[in-house]
Every structure is written in C-alpha cells, then in structure tokens.
C-alpha cells in the first residue's frame, strides 16, 4: 500500500483478512464425482488404478520387436483399443497396431502406418523410418496407483473430474455449499422492473448476486424489504437458516439506511462499517452465531465490487476454498488514470490488445458502463496519476472477462 493521508475508514486488505479471519470451510458431503463439478475437495483423491496400466502404442501402425527393425515381417494378428494381442512377438513377426491398444508383451517398437508397406500377411518398411519405441505410452507415465492425484482443498474442475474419474474414483467428500440469502431492500425498489414508477427503480441488485453467485452457493432471494426497522428484522428472521445473508442498500449514513441499525436491535455483532473502498465505501460486515451478514451498498456498481471483494471470497472460503480472493494480473493501462483520493480505487475496464482500458463513466451508479466491463483495475489509496503503459494490477470479472 502506498502512503496517503490518514483514514478512519479500514483499509481494503485489513478488512479482507477480517471478513475470513475464523472461517472454517462448511461439513463435507459425499457427491458423485461427475456432479461435483465448481465444488471444493474435502479429502485427497488417491489412485485406485495406474495410468496407462501397460505400455500402450500412441498410433496407428505396427508392432515388433523392438531388436527387429529392419524386416520385412509377418502380420500374425492385432492389438486393437479393447482387444489386446497376449502373446510375445517371434522375430519376423508383427502385430497390428490402433491407437491406445495394448503392446504385445516383451520389449517393442512401433511402425507407423505411414512408413510400412502391406500386402496380405506380408509387411516391409515403406520409408527411411523403422519402428521406434518413441510411440509407446509407458505404464504409469501419468499417474500409478497410490498416488494423490488431487489433493484435499482442491477444487474441482472438468478435467479434474476426468482425472479423478481416469483413477478409478467414481465418488468425492466435498465441503457443503453455503446457503445464501440475498435481501433487496429500498422503499424505492419495484419488484417488477416494466412497473417502476418514476419515483421508482428496478430491484436489479439482488438478481445481479443471485446471478454472480449461482455456482458457488444455495440462494434465496428476499424483499424488496421496505425502509422499515421491523421489516428488516422480519427478513432477517426469515434468512435465519442460511450461513450467510447479504443485503443491498441502506448501509450508509442517511435517516432511511437502516440495515446497521436492524442488524443491531437482531443482536448481530457488527464487526466493521465503512472501508477506504472505491466504489464501496459503506460496506457492514456482522456475524450472529455461525451466521456471516455482508451488508453491500445500494448503488449497483458498488454493489458489484463490494461483492466481487467480499461476497465471493467468503462463499469460496465457506465452500472450501484456501485462496478465496481474486488474484490479480499486471497489465499495461491502454489510456491514462486520474489520481486516486483517500480510498483504495477499482475502476471498470475493458480488454485492449495485449494492455487494459480504464472506461471513462464511473459513477457508481453507471450500470451500462459496469455492463461493458471486463475487470477492474486496482489503484491505492494516494496513488500519482498514472501515464499510458503503466502496469497496473487487474482483477477479471467473474464472467471470465467476456463482458
Ligand atoms: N452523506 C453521505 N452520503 C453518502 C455516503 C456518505 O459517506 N455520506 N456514502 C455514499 C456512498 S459511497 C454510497 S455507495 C451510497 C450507498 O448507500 P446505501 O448503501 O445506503 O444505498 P441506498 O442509499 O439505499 O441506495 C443507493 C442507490 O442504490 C440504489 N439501490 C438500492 N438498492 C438497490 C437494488 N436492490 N437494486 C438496484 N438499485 C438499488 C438506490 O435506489 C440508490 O439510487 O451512499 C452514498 N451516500
Ligand atoms: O463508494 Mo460508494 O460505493 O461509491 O458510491
């Protein structure tokens, strides 16, 4: 972090190593492995089996000997995918060969189709190259039995389900996904966004984080809840089953954000309010019991960072994860950045060649401009101007950067 006038605000990173300060991953559950994909290993996968269990040709073609190279030799039989040949070869002999087929017993080379020459049983060399034992897979070369093949913590993938599946594993302990209730709250939300009046807006928040979180977490939606003290407990009371509870709008300072002030007549302990975070700056994190509560800023783009920062990284962390935040890569800015104030900064942008584009509207509001985004570029709090082709820490946007 660079220096900058001091803030009574948290700063972004205290505040990030707060919110999973003590959070255990949820109780593990067994899943069929092929359902199990986006889940997080609750123990080690160990190979029941060795891959490739025998030698295996690479190709299409021929086996020998691999001390009879020259030929020409006599085609006795096949080793196709499946089908294995038993035997071992005499010299002058030779085995056709598929792809993935087993080699015959005994130390073999393999001609490829491409440089020999058949006519009925009969086989020869049909080019300056002979059998070679380069296109034989070996036993074991990818994994053998006993090995960890996929470690506890690890989170799983399609090719990690392949792999698991390849090592004859065929169900996991993976840890519980978390339950998650998402509460709109706002007197001037409309549930139905073609009805809004003009005093009005759309309730788009809570479908924006349903969205954003529906590979990590069993959600509920709540509200939109009314600017109402008992309103608020009375959606706190309903989400009470779930491990975490997130709220959009009503954090910060105004006589109509009661989120903070509900938290507290429900007994939750709040843990910290208001971060040096650009945009995002109300953000509530409180606990009651094993009960984690984010309460995220109304404004859309705030609500969006706030819960890129926060929101995933604890659903991960719950869900198993042990490196829940976002890892950012350093790329060139493709335009200029302003400085940045009091706040540790994320600006929307978007891909540009081999650098990142800093986009231009950054009212917090600004749905189109969030919309058009890939990632976020980090800026500290204090930083000077920064000049076009500076490096700057990006952060890609959880839909894999094709906004
Ligand atoms: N005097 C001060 N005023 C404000 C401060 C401050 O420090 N002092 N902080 C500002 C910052 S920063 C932010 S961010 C906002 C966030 O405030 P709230 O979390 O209380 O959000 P609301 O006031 O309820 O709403 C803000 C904005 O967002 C719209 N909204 C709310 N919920 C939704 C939803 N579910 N879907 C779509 N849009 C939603 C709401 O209508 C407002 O337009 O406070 C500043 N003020
Ligand atoms: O920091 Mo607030 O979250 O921008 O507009």
Redesign the pocket.
């Known amino acids: 972090m660079s220096a900058s006038a001091p803030s009574p605000l948290l700063a972004l990173d205290e505040a990030q190593a707060r919110l999973i300060a003590g959070v255990a991953p949820l109780p593990a559950e067994p899943l069929a492995l092929v359902d199990a994909c986006d889940r997080w290993l609750a123990q080690d996968v160990i190979a029941g089996r060795t891959q490739p269990a025998a030698d295996l040709s690479a190709m299409d073609g021929y086996a020998t000997r691999a001390d009879d190279q020259a030929g020409p030799w006599r085609v006795v039989g096949e080793s196709a995918a499946g089908h294995p040949w038993p035997d071992a070869l005499a010299p002058g002999t030779a085995v056709r060969l598929s792809t993935g087929a087993l080699m015959p017993p005994g130390d073999g080379a393999v001609l490829l189709q491409e440089n020999a020459l058949r006519d009925g049983d009969l086989l020869a060399l049909a080019g300056a190259d002979g059998p070679t034992p380069r296109h034989i897979r070996r036993k074991g070369f990818d994994f053998a039995a006993g090995d960890t093949v996929l470690a506890a913590g690890t989170r799983l993938s399609p090719a990690r389900i392949a792999l698991g599946l390849m090592s004859g594993t065929s169900g996991v302990l993976v840890h519980r996904h978390p339950r998650l209730a998402i509460i709109?709250?706002?007197d001037?939300?409309a549930a139905d966004p073609a009805a809004a009046l003009p005093h009005q807006?759309?309730?788009?928040?809570?479908a924006m984080l349903a969205a954003m979180t529906a590979p990590l977490a069993e959600a509920v939606r709540l509200g939109?809840v009314p600017d109402r003290l008992d309103a608020l407990i009375n959606a706190f009371e309903a989400a009470a089953g779930c491990d975490v509870i997130v709220t959009?709008?009503?954090?910060?300072?105004?006589d109509?954000?009661l989120v903070r002030p509900a938290l507290e007549a429900w007994s939750a302990q709040i843990d910290f309010w208001?971060i040096a975070l650009?945009?995002?700056?109300?953000l509530l994190v409180a606990s009651k019991g094993d009960r984690h509560i984010l309460?995220?800023?109304?404004?859309?783009v705030?609500?969006h960072v706030t819960a890129t920062l926060f929101l995933l990284p604890l659903l991960r962390a719950l869900a198993g994860s042990r490196q829940p935040f976002p890892l950012p890569v350093m790329l060139p800015l493709a335009d200029p950045l302003p400085a940045v104030g009091n706040r540790t900064e994320f600006f929307r942008a978007r891909r540009h060649g081999s650098g990142i584009a800093p986009i231009s509207e950054r009212d917090?509001?600004a749905l189109r401009a969030l919309s058009q985004a890939d990632a976020l570029i980090r800026r500290e709090a204090g930083s000077p101007p920064a000049e076009k082709g500076t490096p700057v820490p990006v952060y890609w946007l959880e839909n894999g950067g094709n906004a």
């Open positions: 709109d709250s706002g001037e939300l807006i759309p309730a788009s928040n809570g939109p959009s709008g009503g954090a910060s300072v105004g109509h954000d208001r650009r945009p995002g700056k109300p309460g995220l800023p109304g404004n859309p705030s609500s917090s509001s």
